[in-house]
């Protein structure tokens, strides 16, 4: 995240196969991060709030011939507020979520 990039490895290796002249604009976070960024990877399953961003790691949906792991997700509606920095502060989707990984 702090990296501002979806890729976690920039500039890219030799050997990726990236459409460089869009990939460096494509994968850039800009100056807003997600609320919430789910990833699958071999690791094992986690959910970690990094920086208000709710980062949710579901493993995989299959491993070999035998299932694998899913998120269920839930998120609460937000509260309108007077003042509109509150009312953000308040409405973190990382705090309002609730996040059960779940075996196949």
């Known amino acids: 995240l702090r990296q501002r990039r979806f ?18 604009v494509a994968l850039q976070l800009d100056d ?19 920086n208000g961003v709710l980062c ?3 493993g995989r949906l299959a491993k070999g011939v ?10 609460q509606p937000g509260v309108l507020g007077s003042n509109v920095q509150d009312t953000l502060l308040e409405n973190s989707v990382a705090e309002r979520a609730k996040v059960e990984i779940m075996k196949i």
């Not at 807003?32 to 990094?50: E, G, M, R, T, Y």
């Not at 035998?66 to 998120?75: L, N």
């Open 32 to 50: 807003h991060s997600p609320d919430i960024l789910v990833l699958a990877s071999n690791l094992k399953p986690f959910v970690k709030n990094v």
């Open 66 to 75: 035998g299932g694998g792991t899913f998120a269920h997700v839930t998120v």
């Open 7 to 24: 890729c976690p490895v920039y500039p890219f290796p030799d050997g990726v196969n990236v459409d460089t002249e869009r990939g460096e």
């Open 56 to 58: 949710i790691n579901v």
